[in-house]
């Protein structure tokens, strides 16, 4: 997500208490949040579940932290599946 940097305290709280509520959710394996070296309004967060089909579209979780983040700014939210190798 970019956001505007007027927003970044009052967007970090809101990602704090979102990912405090995704660690009490059991299907969820981790949750990694990034932020962008060179632009501070940048984020990236994923979420990592164990899954028994490929949601397209996403999971629930993952629609709804979409949704609460919005208001800060531009959202890309897509579903990106693990390729094995090795």
């Known amino acids: 997500m970019r956001s505007s940097e007027r927003e970044t305290d009052r967007l970090?709280?809101?990602v704090q208490r979102l990912l405090d509520e995704v660690?009490?959710?059991k299907n969820t394996r981790a949750i990694?949040?990034?932020?962008?070296?060179?632009?501070v309004t940048d984020l990236s967060?994923?979420?990592f579940h164990d899954s028994v089909r490929e949601e397209i579209d996403g999971s629930q979780l993952g629609l709804c932290i979409a949704q609460a983040l919005k208001s800060f700014g531009m959202v890309n939210h897509s579903v990106w599946i693990e390729i094995p190798h090795g």
């Open 12 to 14: 970090m709280k809101t």
């Open 23 to 25: 660690n009490e959710d």
């Open 32 to 39: 990694n949040l990034y932020r962008r070296a060179d632009l």
């Open 45 to 47: 967060l994923q979420l």
